[in-house]
């Protein structure tokens, strides 16, 4: 009964702050500069423009143009291009590889930053730890677009075992679908992998310090056994909301990647709807965007409930 | 009766920025089988570091001087992986805050069964169900529905329990106690006392009970030891200590545990200054700056430890009641 | 605090060799190869590219996988650097004030074009430039050493980098301060008031922080430095207020938050109830007990955001909203990277002036921040 509710409470504010973002855009889009319609049809004469203003509700006042915006959306309605064309099928091809680059990435920084944390925890002070805090300092302080150019100069072009940039389906190949993303997932890696690992081993010597490490020793258990079944899992928690974090960055950074490695994306779309002044397609894109930003968000949260318990004794 | 545990001349310090600190210093000590003593002291008399140095549970910021024996058999020596075998079956240890000394994140039957099933090779089923029956031999009610529960959702006194439940759980023949009543409410205290009185004497298992209280190992050790500045100043039966004390220190912290025979508004007795920095050794005896039969020979000089035929030990050159 | 660190120490100097060059760099004038080549073998930022085109254009690109990531015209491939420079024995380089600037361009035109020159588009386009470009043609012989190369452009990347830094410096550290002190203020007067008004300082931060750093400041600039009609062009300074104004924005609640929470962790000290007990006043409250408090820690972080910025800035340069005159560390890089293949130095210098000022802003934020931690816990 609490857990219901309280996820109910969690649901409504996580309603409340996508309406908020989404209205927040769909304002900012109202503050353009000069007539839209002008835009769309620059030879239209008075009513086409009348018309015009109508149908992209720029006659109404804010809360109810949002209102129109909003529940178009709901039936599907994706707004159109300015130049032609609806934007629910190019969001259906740019959604795609975008979510690919970003769970391939999520899932490769994690399966390097867990042993790397583990490892330099457990080895704390020693060279290895110190090689790897280094290390992994000196990489995430380039920025992911100079370490997408360098790659893909370096490993694509000038070594040539990798492609340096585009994109296949799964559907045309897992093995061309893969060789493709390499690249363009190592370079986003770095920055999270970097944060996961500095923060697991933090979390890890502080938890290597609790009392109940100490019991778990005097029952004779193996440090390998006490590391992964005692320490890392309280330590899990701080992870998963590292990552939950980390995705705002790596949704931005996946943007910009994809324009480096010509990934046809929602970076390329968004470059794409700047250039050709389709600032419609532009609100549908970072509604989306947010959109999936607070629901990862609030997914992760929910899990954390679920991994910790000692939060869930804590909310009810 | 056959030593369980014997450690002669046995140190650690710590390597701290401020210097090496001398946390036990120089401690000889031997219990027999099924034995039971009490280790007392203020916080910071070097007797929790004297029982988890004595398990090898100690961090690498530790070095350790003298033997331990165990069994007859020196561990002092092994590699951490030798001594952990010892772990659990042969040692096993009851720790001060049953707050953080469980895990938080898991089951109270994983973490028992955990130690079963790892130390010794019971299968899933069986380790459950001496799980079962360990939670109910430490009167945990209602013990199926405990195994699912998570530490926090479980008092005090109960954690301290499935604690206990925990390091019995592979039979040891020697239990450390540390502290373990200090961070329970004062009607618990006793109930978990008497529990480790009762498991002591089923298992037949030797006792160290840590402790500040002396009040706690009156009814409890067989034998009582306190500690100061890392050194152990008095030892001797706890009849003999509580009839015939000889070190001024040991009275002193006699008198200052209030008393219901005292009448009421009369003032605590409290033992004035601090314990001596562990980093700087005194020239004499370290009690000396605290004590009020102190001498000119008490602060240049170091008391050795004196045995009586009685087998009453005492580090004092004026001891009360005369020397012997 | 910098005393017993030596990466503190080196970090200091980098960072005191960038202020430097912020504060004197656009004295030194942005040399350049020679303006012959710029028209015929001008390639437009890597960006532009991608997005100009109809989108199959795009997807033509995608498939082909080997090779480059580049729209490299063939003209480049026989130009590189050295051998411009004998070719043109009057070769213009630059050096010049501002109050020359407009007359010694028509000079500089006039004599100095090869016939295969139609017309200086980049130089006329870039103001900023302009003001620069001069001309020692008739004296001038020898060669010129470009220590690190020169741009696709032949515009010599020492120079640019060197000027650049007065922008790249200026975005961050303006819209960091301006960002940081009124997310502070902000924060720090939502966590003491409470309330209502906290609650909607919260939820107006969060739904600010649900739109990612990157995706907001593209839409802002994008609505507020786009001119409606393509053939408009945006002036440098509008577009950099407007870039300025879009990091001010994204960073306030990400301040802000930090803030206020710092500022909750004071508040309920015992010191701060028994102030308010004797009957101190809000405004003294918070200027003498909670902002002293909260401030140094918030300091620390300003460090740490500032590197973030200077990517950001790049990075939107990368997505076509940012600068892309060149004139700042991340349009150098992006207005270059279509270059990547013949002029990967144009990359390399960017990237890694860029990852040492972020290295060293990271460090120093860090060093602050043990230091903070000495302190709080010696109380």
New interface residues.
Partial sequence: MKKAQSLLIRFSQVA???L??TF??SI??R??????S??INPVASEAERASLRHELGLDRNYFSAYWMWLSRMFQGDFGFFIFGGKVLPVLKTAIPPTLQLIFYTQIVALTVAVPLGVTSAYKQGTRFDRFTSTTL??LS???????G??L??II??KI?IL?????KPISEGLIDHFR?MVLPVLTLAIAPISTYTRLLRAEMIGALR???V?????????DR?ILL??VL??SCTTLMTSAALS???L???A??IE??????GM??Q???A????E?LA?QTY?AF??LF??TFNSIIDVLIGV????TR?RRA | MSEILKLSDFSVSFDTPRGDLHAVRGVDLSIAKGESIGIVGESGSGKTVLS?AT?G?MPSTATCTGTVEFKGAVISNLSRAEV??????G???V???PM???????RIGSQLM??LI??LGMSKDQARARSVELLERVRIPDPYAAMKK?P??LSGGMRQRI?IA??I??TPELLFADEPTTALDVTVQAQVLELLAELRQEFNMAMILVTHDLGVVAGQTDRVIVMYAGQIVEAASTTDLFRNMKMPYTEALMKSIPRMDQSSGQRLRVITGRLPDPTTPEPGCSFAPRCEYATDKCRTEKPPLVTTQTGHQYRCFFPIGGSL | MLKNSVGGKIAAAWLGLVVFCAVFGPLLPIAKVGQTFNDGLHVKP???C???GP?SH??A?????????TTTTPAIEFVTPNDIAPATTAMPSTDTTASEGAGSEDVFTENTAPPMVTSDTIVDAEQQERDRVALLASTQTSERCFFLGTTGEGTDVLSAIINGTRTSLSISLISVFLGGLIGCLLGITSAYLRGWFDRIML??F???????????A???I???A?P???SDTVADSSRLKVLIASLVIVIIPQLGRIARAAALQWINRDFVTASRSIGASDFSILTKRIIPNVVPSIFAILFLAL?TV???E??LS????GLNNGNSWGSL??RN?GD??DY?HV??V??IV??FT??ST?KLGDLIRASLDKREAKI
């Fill in positions: 409340l702050v996508l908020g973002a927040l855009v900012l889009i503050q353009l500069p000069g007539d839209v002008l835009l300092f000196s302080s380039i920025p992911n677009f100079g370490i150019l360098i893909s100069l694509g072009v040539g492609p340096p940039s585009g994109y493709l609790e009392d109940y100490l019991l778990a020793l005097s029952k004779g258990l193996s056994r079944r005692h899992r309280p995705m705002g960055g949704i931005g950074g943007l910009v324009i480096i490695f010509v990934i046809p970076g390329t968004l470059a794409k700047i250039g050709m002044r600032f532009i970072v965007i947010a930003y607070i991994v910790d318990p000692r004794s | 988890r398990m549970l952990r075998k010892n772990w659990g079956t040692m096993a240890m720790f001060q805050d953080t000394s469980l895990n938080p994140v898991r955990e130690a790892v130390r998570y926090g959702e604690v925990i390091a759980a592979c | 890597f960006t532009n991608s997005f100009m989108l795009d997807l690109r995608t498939s082909s996988t080997s090779g480059t990531t939820l107006v969060n739904i600010i922080l649900s739109i990612p750093t990157l995706v907001l593209f839409a802002l994008a609505i507020f786009t409606l009609n393509p590197g200077i990517v950001v790049g990075s990368l997505l076509g909203v890089l992006a990277s990547l293949v990967p990359i390399y960017p990237v860029i990852a972020i290295i990271n």
